[in-house]
T-cell receptor
């Protein structure tokens, strides 16, 4: 059972454009929603995260929009750059055994053309 | 480099053999996590330690898998009697929880060990 559904699987945008990646979750017990960026040969790195008590969080060119009632959240990358080309994973977490363990989506491969 | 390190980076083995991977977390990080990532998928949680105590194990962690963190520093993940389905990237992550801090601390991932079972 896929608890976190992510789309699209791949995304191609032009430099300067907006990249949008969407995720949906089922379990209402999730209460922490991080996004990770992964470059080839590297482990995932935390990009930005949000809690469900806010509807939007912005850090630089990266914005998370969160819709609690729809159980959906999305990542917007403004002014996309070739250096943003990577795989992006959304995740949903709940406290388990004293820590937050993320359940990841399947990932979106983003290519930004110069 | 003071990040999470994993060794080896690549491992090729024959079906039925045992393999062991090592993870060195960021120093002073008291939490350590193991994940498995297959091609085209996100990482899947396997297990997690706080200091030397193994606090959580996923149902994905079959009895052929065992993880240890004997002194609360580095950790090892052993797979016995490997199967072709074990072929994956094995990721380690660490995080720090200190007094008064919440539990949603950032996890820092290592580069992973890629296992290929022939």
């Amino acid at each position: 059972q896929q608890q976190v559904k992510q789309s699209p699987q791949s995304l191609i945008v032009q430099k300067g454009g907006i990249s949008i990646i969407n995720c949906a979750y089922e379990n209402t017990a999730f209460d922490y929603f991080p996004w990770y960026q992964q470059f080839p040969g590297k482990g995932p790195a935390l990009l930005i995260a949000i809690r469900p008590d806010v509807s939007e969080k912005k850090e630089g060119r990266f914005t998370i929009s969160f819709n609690k009632s729809a159980k959906q959240f999305s990542l917007h990358i403004m002014d996309s750059q070739p250096g943003d080309s990577a795989t992006y994973f959304c995740a949903a977490s709940m406290q388990t055994g004293g820590s937050y363990i993320p359940t990841f989506g399947r990932g979106t491969s983003l290519i930004v053309h110069p | 480099d003071t990040g999470v390190s994993q060794n080896p980076r690549h491992k090729i083995t024959k079906r039925g053999q045992n393999v062991t991977f090592r993870c060195d977390p960021i120093s002073e990080h008291n939490r350590l996590y193991w994940y498995r990532q297959t091609l085209g998928q996100g990482p899947e949680f396997l297990t997690y330690f706080q200091n030397e105590a193994q606090l959580e194990k996923s149902r994905l962690l079959s009895d052929r898998f065992s993880a240890e963190r004997p002194k609360g520093s580095f950790s090892t993940l052993e797979i016995q009697r490997t199967e072709q389905g074990d072929s994956a990237m094995y990721l380690c992550a660490s995080s720090l929880r200190g007094p008064g801090q919440g539990t949603s601390n950032e996890q820092f991932f290592g580069p992973g060990t890629r296992l290929t079972v022939l």
